[in-house]
């Protein structure tokens, strides 16, 4: 697979580690457990590598950080704001667009408490500030930055907030970010805001008033708005009140798994109904399956073969929400914030230690697509899941250049 063209540039290395900034160890970035390569015969292989090289591969959700070795840490390495991005390992992936969630409300770099202002603009702005130091990946803050991106050989960074909470009830807050960068924002996370309910919370009373504004604000100024940590209710009632297509960008089916982290069949088709895309989840225990418990590609491909039965192969795609370190350990680390009993009650499944063939940035795009080829999709449909849908959800919702 063709790199892209990175100069081996290590996130800060413009500061000194021990002066400036607290090391860390670090997780290896795509070497950390075995490599998994779905199989394929050679003839699908050359055919998997021409479309990682033709057409364009976006991900509609990611944290491309670097986790410390030891998850215990993680909460600490969170608040500093210097979380690493692994460079080296998106070089490798075949990916054009990736959607990076910056805060994901389960730490934040003053309390852990989540979601404050102040905290959220200190890890964006000290993130870019990285990013500014490097050539191989840039923010993209219109349609010509991602195509520009497949043409230079480098990656289209959209900047995400995985809920909206931050703004707090000042809708001018939308235009703040949209100042600094950010092209995407989720509704809620798990819990409720001043918007609406989150998946966790036993009563969901829908989008609020404010909730309103802020969806009519965001059509407005051209932020692209995801659903994927709403209540089914609010996830409905956002999908109805857009005036453009809007995301989901990281689920799965309910009707596979029944969990709160998995969507109902009425809020995906709602989402649909609306022109919007559903993105494929593969976080660790999340898009699990009664024929295919214990997680891996095949139980995430199964909630993707669901959904595009469900709504139609135009209305789903990948957000595989992988990152570079120990994701289980994670999940164990910041259980309280994730509320993973509630949030993934349901059947019972064995854990895993990672989701074999999805576990990093690095490998997910690949082995996707490995799999599409040597399950008989045709090239055009497998184009538009791995990056053409996106790209038409994003025309219908960004401000034009």
């Known amino acids: 697979m063709k790199s892209k063209h990175y100069n081996g540039y290590k996130s800060f290395q413009y500061l000194d580690p021990g002066t400036d900034y607290r090391p860390f160890e670090l997780a290896a970035q795509y070497t950390r457990v075995p490599a998994f390569v779905v199989p394929v015969t050679e003839v699908q292989e050359a055919l998997v590598q021409q479309i990682l090289e033709e057409e364009m591969i976006v991900s509609l959700h990611e944290h491309t950080s670097i986790m410390p070795l030891d998850v215990t840490e ?10 690493r991005t692994g460079f080296e390992g998106l070089a490798l992936s075949g990916l054009d667009v990736v959607f990076e969630n910056f805060m994901d409300g389960t730490a934040t770099i003053t309390s852990n408490a989540g ?10 702005g000290i993130r870019r500030s990285d990013f500014d130091h490097q050539d191989m990946l840039f923010v993209a803050r219109n349609l010509d930055d991602v195509w520009r991106a497949k043409r230079e050989d480098r990656i289209a960074l959209v900047a ?13 807050r939308v235009d703040v970010l949209y100042g600094l960068g950010v092209r995407v924002m989720g509704i809620t996370y798990s819990e409720s805001n001043a918007l609406g309910s989150g998946l966790k919370e036993p009563n969901d009373g829908g989008l609020t008033t404010f909730g309103r504004q802020v969806i009519r604000r965001m059509n407005r100024i051209g932020m692209t708005i995801d659903t994927a940590h709403c209540g089914d209710r609010t ?36 989402v649909a109904a609306g022109g919007g895309l559903i993105g494929i989840e593969a976080a660790p225990h999340t898009t699990l399956t009664a024929a295919h418990p214990r997680h891996s590609i095949a139980s995430v491909m199964e909630h993707f073969e669901y959904v595009a039965e469900l709504v139609g192969l135009d209305h789903v795609s990948f957000g595989p929400d992988t990152l570079y370190g120990d994701h289980v350990g994670l999940h164990h680390a910041y259980a309280a914030q994730l509320s993973i009993g509630a949030t993934h009650k349901g059947p019972a499944f064995d854990e895993v230690p990672y989701v074999e063939g999805l576990e990093n940035p690095t490998e997910c795009f690949p082995n996707i697509i490995r799999w599409l080829v040597s399950h008989g999709y045709e090239r055009e449909d497998i184009a538009k899941v791995v990056g053409k849908n996106a790209l038409r959800v994003l025309a219908a919702t960004w401000a034009q250049a």
């Open 115 to 124: 979601w404050k202002w102040t905290d959220v603009i200190h890890d964006l």
């Open 160 to 172: 995400s907030f995985e809920a909206a909470t931050p703004i707090e009830n000042e809708v001018d």
């Open 235 to 270: 996830a409905i009632d956002v999908a109805e009140a857009s005036e453009v297509p809007v995301l989901m960008s990281h689920v799965g089916a309910r009707a596979l798994w029944d969990t709160n982290r998995m969507k109902s069949d009425a809020a995906l088709k709602a």
């Open 74 to 83: 993680s909460n600490e390495y969170a608040r500093q704001g210097r979380e």
